[in-house]
Every structure is written in structure tokens, then in C-alpha cells.
């Protein structure tokens, strides 16, 4: 079969969006729109192609993930050589370790810290229904998100201390797209922040291995530091680089997703009332149709907006010539909302993931989390608690927002670019 070259944006397009300092989904947008699921457009020399077709997103995601590689993650200086970093056999090693602890029994060691986590969030917002007090949503997804991925992690629950010190989490992740591109430069911005990040690994590896378990028993902090024993790459450097990633994947993602669900929620309340009309409290319709919420607000602002990749060789891509060297742009945020391949994709519709026949059946048309071998390592881990903190919440509390953000920001995870206070209105 003959191949093509990929379809490339007019370099004024490029110009006018680099003139105007737009966000890169603008350009991307722009891409996709114009020249369709395989195009390219140039910021350099090299063009980057953009992938948003389902059936190129597997090629590249699934299918041949030895030709599309990754280089260097965007928060390195942040997450060091912990998984989401890795590459070659240093992945595979630590993606085999992690596996199983987030499959099948794995997951059910979580069931109790999860449920935990979603009745203390839950205790708070009775708190705030009572006094009437204003709080911030996303602060409270994000605080939510972090006490369960700790208690996974140590077997303790977040404690007042911990809790403010890991705010230098998001605060790194806030700043990575400003950073400049000399890393060492990079890591001097924010050297105070990754100082305490590091001290708060450190009194958890430390703690951990004075055989600390919490009243749920050892956590994951515990099976990296079983490993130690026995494989000697895991280093407290490596260790603290998986916690760190874990800290990270765990809860900024899933605080993200809730945060934008109760927006989502807000401008389509009769969302909420359908969930709660379709089962009783604890019944697997209702759980169903509260997964959809999620899986609809993971549509709209997928937990990996973007994802970049490498043609470690020439490839042909859906016909189309890729050279080695060549930078791919997966882009899971315009594939979902692909007119072509989505029923109204601006609607927030829930069904879509319950109603037979309602979305697209190729895997490359839904991926929040990846797919392929590289896919997420917490996708059931997030869906889990995600569903589980609003069966506690969703039947008794309304947030009402005294703001909403107008926007978004796209950095690693796309978040609300404002803050979210709210009231509880029952």
C-alpha cells in the first residue's frame, strides 16, 4: 500500500497562534479540526504529529509501543526514576513489582482505607452543611484524594502535619509548565518545595521500615521496601521516587476528576438525580450509574490530556509516513470530543456509558488512562475511590458555588484554573 505524508498545518496558522500566546490544545484544536485524526504542524524544524484517530492512538498506544517511546516525563525533576519515568527494563521491572497490587486481590487490600478516607470527607462535609461554612471543593477532592492514597501507602491515615507539607506536592506540579528548561534550573525554582516533599519520604520510609504499620496493616511503602531486600535497585533514592509518583498519580489525578465532575454536576443537576433515581443506596444499578458520572467527567477532562511519545524507527501510521525521531502528541482530550466519533460530544451525558450502543467500541475512542502496556497503573484504584467518596456524599450534600473557574489549565493533568468555593446546600 502506498503511504502519504502526514497532512501539515499552514505555518500561518502556526504564527498566529504562537503570536497570540495560546494554549497548545488551541493549536492542537486547530489541527485536528482542519486536517483530521493524523496531522502535523511545526514548531521547529521537525514536525510533531498530532494522534487523535482511534485506530492510530492504538498503533501507537497498544499495538506497537516499542516504535512510540517515551523520553523524559514532564515531571521528572518531581517523580525522578519512580514508574511513570522509567523506561527499557528498569519499567518493566518496577511496572511488574506495582501490578499486582492495584489487580484483583491487591485491590481489595484498599477496600477498608478507601471506604475510611470517604467517611472522614464525608464527617467534614456534615461539618460544613451544619455551619454553613465555605469551603473549596477542590481543596477538599484533593484532600480527600491524598488521605486515601496515604493510608494506602503507610497504613495511617493523613495526619494535620503531613498533610501540610505535601501541599508542596501540587504546588510543583502547579509550577512544571513555567519552569525553565535547564533542569537544573528548573529544580532551583522550586528547591524549598521538593525539600519537603523529600523530608515527608523520607520520615515515611523511615518509619515504615521501624516496621510502623498503621492500624489497616503494611502498606505499598512496605512491598517497595520488602523488594529492597532482595533486588537491589531499589535504593531509598528509587523508593522515594515510586512514593513520590504514587503520591502524585494517586491523588492529583483523581482530585482533578472530582473537581470537575461537581462543576460538570452544578451546570447539570439533573445528572445527580438520575444516579440517585437509579438504585438504592449500595445497589449495583446505583453504583453503575455513579461509575458513569465519572466516566463522563473523565471524557470531558481526561486524566492524561496529552500524551507524548517518540518514533524510535520509521513507521507507517494509518498510511501515513512517520520518520524516526519524529515527536507523536497523543491527545485523549480531542479523540473524546471528536464529533465524528461521539454522539453531541459537548452534552454531559452519563448514559453514554450505561445505554447499550451509546459510545464507540474501539479502545482507541475512550482512554482517560492510557492504553497499552504504558495504561495507567490506578485506573481501578481511581475509579474505586472516585465512586465510593460520592456514594457517601452524593445523596446528602448539593454543593453550591459561589464562583466557578472560567477556564482551564492544561499542565500535566487539566485543571480548573480558579478556585471553587462552595456552600453545601442540603
Known amino acids: ?106 485491590m481489595r487490600r484498599y477496600e477498608q482505607r478507601i471506604a475510611e478516607a470517604a467517611r472522614t470527607s464525608a464527617a467534614r462535609w456534615d461539618a460544613y452543611a451544619r455551619t454553613g461554612q465555605v469551603f473549596d471543593v477542590g481543596d477538599e477532592m484533593r484532600r480527600f484524594a491524598l488521605d486515601t492514597i496515604w493510608r494506602s501507602l503507610t497504613g495511617h491515615p493523613l495526619d494535620p502535619a503531613t498533610e501540610r507539607e505535601l501541599a508542596a506536592v501540587p504546588a510543583v506540579v502547579a509550577a512544571l509548565p513555567s519552569l525553565p528548561a535547564d533542569s537544573a534550573a528548573a529544580q532551583g525554582e522550586v528547591a524549598a518545595e521538593l525539600a519537603r516533599i523529600d523530608a515527608v519520604a523520607s520520615h515515611a520510609i523511615a518509619a515504615a521500615r521501624d516496621n510502623a504499620a498503621g492500624p489497616d496493616g503494611p502498606g505499598l511503602l512496605h512491598v517497595l521496601l520488602e523488594a529492597a531486600q532482595t533486588r537491589p535497585e531499589y535504593t531509598d533514592g ?16 483523581t482530585a482533578t476528576t472530582l473537581t470537575w465532575l461537581y462543576l ?14 437509579a438504585g438504592a443506596d449500595g445497589s449495583p444499578e446505583r453504583r453503575q450509574a455513579i461509575q458513569a458520572l465519572v466516566h463522563e467527567a473523565l471524557r470531558f477532562y481526561p486524566s492524561a490530556w496529552i500524551l507524548p511519545r517518540s518514533a524510535a524507527q520509521d513507521d507507517t501510521l494509518a498510511g501515513y509516513e512517520v520518520e524516526e525521531g519524529t515527536d507523536v502528541l497523543v491527545c485523549p482530550y480531542l479523540t473524546h470530543r471528536d464529533p465524528e466519533l461521539w454522539d453531541a ?14 459510545r464507540p467500541t474501539h479502545p482507541g475512542s475512550y482512554f482517560p488512562f492510557g ?4 495504561a495507567c497503573l490506578g485506573l481501578q484504584f481511581a475509579l474505586r475511590e472516585s465512586t465510593v467518596l460520592l456514594e457517601h456524599l452524593l445523596p446528602t450534600h448539593t454543593p453550591s458555588f459561589r464562583s466557578t473557574p472560567e477556564g482551564a489549565v492544561y499542565s500535566i493533568t487539566v485543571r480548573p484554573d480558579g478556585p471553587t468555593p462552595a456552600v453545601l446546600a442540603g
Open 264 to 277: 460538570l454536576l452544578d451546570r447539570n443537576p439533573e445528572a445527580r438525580e438520575q444516579a440517585l433515581a
Open 1 to 106: 500500500m502506498a503511504t502519504r505524508r502526514v497532512p501539515e498545518l499552514d505555518p500561518a496558522v502556526v504564527e498566529q497562534w504562537q503570536a497570540g500566546g495560546g494554549e497548545l490544545i488551541d493549536l492542537l484544536a486547530q489541527a485536528r479540526e482542519q486536517l483530521g485524526g493524523v496531522a502535523a504542524f511545526r514548531l521547529g524544524p521537525r514536525p510533531t504529529v498530532l494522534i487523535t484517530d482511534p485506530v492510530a492512538v492504538q498503533h501507537v498506544l497498544a499495538l506497537h509501543p516499542g516504535r512510540y517511546v517515551k523520553r523524559s516525563h514532564r515531571a521528572r525533576l518531581l517523580i525522578g526514576d519512580g514508574v511513570l519515568a522509567a523506561t527499557g527494563e528498569a519499567w518493566q521491572r518496577q511496572r511488574r513489582l506495582l501490578q499486582s497490587q492495584f489487580t484483583g486481590r491487591g
Open 238 to 253: 528509587l523508593i522515594r521516587d515510586e512514593l513520590v509518583t504514587l503520591l502524585v498519580a494517586g491523588h492529583e489525578t
Open 345 to 358: 460530544p459537548a452534552r454531559f451525558d452519563p448514559a453514554r456509558f450505561t445505554a447499550p450502543g451509546r
Open 371 to 374: 492504553i497499552g502496556p504504558r
